[in-house]
């Protein structure tokens, strides 16, 4: 859907970007993270054709950028971080404006309804905007971005400024538009990116230090691993033969789960999964609970451009 190949950009002498590659694939809700000046909002506007890049190629859906921008642009459907709002005009107006602007050859007023109605707008139909409440302005630029049912969805910074329920309600919308678009999700908040992305690529003084899954990403990387586990049996005997069990380094008790059963953080240098059962049934437990604990997405993040997952 979209192949970004070897993307560099210079603002003076400072290079904002060095040979970035990724490729957003049909179905892929990919999360783009990065911290502050890392690079994100430039390499979204090269994506998007708001500025060009010094070197390098950006194709949608096989159509360059630069060379072809019109049939490049045809297939986004872009919410910046802050929506392009004519805050004087009502939702029907405005997505009527837009409609026209994009030159979509679908029929105006049902396809404007249909969208509406699937980002749950329809009951503000005819407000004007100022008027509206923040989570649902949010809504009324993904409402625009969708015009035309573009392929691709650039979504910057969606949820900013939100309270808790409207959070949880733009994330449900996103993942169901994932299942028809493929999008590509900013965000500083890494707890929405492991909630809603299936795919994680982050950026870091200009050079992409990430790309894979969310799962491997917060599940790999770290010299540490950890271990929830729950057995019955008699908490110190457990406890004392799992110290003994080769390449744990600490087991934390985390106190009775459930009457005759007893809760452990085990972490370990090593897969010791086996060893850990062996030791258990040694210990005349039985285990009711094994599970690898992955570092939260915060840990890793800070980790990858801290340069200590390399």
Known sequence: MIEVENITKHYGKHPALENISFRLNEGDILGFLGPNGAGKSTTM????????????????NGHDILEEPSEAKKNIGYLPEIPPLYNDMTVEKY??????LKKVKKPMKEHIREICEMVKIDDVFQRIIKHLSKGYRQRVGIAQALLGYPPVLILDEPTVGLDPSQIIEIRRLIRELGKKHSVILSSHVLSEVQA???RI??????????????????????????????????????????KSVDRVTDVIKLGESEKGCYEFSVESTADVRRAVSKAVSRADGIIILMQPEGRSLEETFLNIISGKDE
């Open 45 to 60: 506007n090269i994506i998007t054709g708001y500025i060009s890049s010094d070197s390098g190629t950006v194709r949608i």
């Open 196 to 198: 809603v992305c299936d």
């Open 201 to 242: 690529v982050v950026i870091n003084a200009g050079k992409i230090v990430a790309d894979g899954k969310t799962d491997s990403l917060t599940l790999s990387g770290s010299e540490t691993r950890k271990i929830r586990l729950v057995a019955e049996g008699r908490e110190q005997n457990i406890y004392s033969i799992l």
């Open 95 to 100: 997505l009527e404006f837009m409609f026209k």
